[in-house]
């Protein structure tokens, strides 16, 4: 059974940071492309950020010097340090976890919310 279990979300004021984290079990997990999504109130889930297997790391723009992913292959972990936080960046976070076209994963979320 497949498990994305995601943790470290909260409540910061701006300008703070948080650390997520994501467990993942079940998946031969060196071979993923893990993720970071987030999905704010009435809006649609975009990409956060994302690290392949070989360590290629792609983020959105609006995060782009402010969040860092990583991923431990040997403890199946894959990491969001996220800095300098701003308001519009309070959204559930989810993990993610992809292998190909058709197989993909998600966690069932961390809320993240900035504000004073």
């Known amino acids: 059974q497949v498990q994305l279990v995601e943790s470290g979300g909260g409540l910061v004021q701006p300008g703070g940071s948080l650390r997520l984290s994501c467990a993942a079990s079940?998946?031969?997990?060196?071979?993923?492309?893990m993720g970071w999504y987030r999905q704010a109130p009435g809006k649609q889930r975009e990409l956060v950020a994302s690290?392949?297997?070989?360590?290629?790391?792609n983020y959105a723009d609006s995060v782009k010097g402010r969040f860092t992913i990583s991923r431990e292959n040997a403890k199946k972990m894959v990491y969001l340090q996220m800095s300098s936080l701003k308001p519009e960046d309070t959204a559930v976070y989810f993990c993610?976890?992809?292998?190909?076209?058709?197989?993909?994963?998600w966690g069932q979320g961390t809320q993240v919310t900035v504000s004073s």
């Open positions: 690290i392949t297997s070989g360590y290629i790391i």
């Open positions: 993610n976890a992809q292998s190909g076209i058709s197989t993909n994963y």
């Open positions: 079940g998946i031969t997990f060196s071979m993923y492309v």
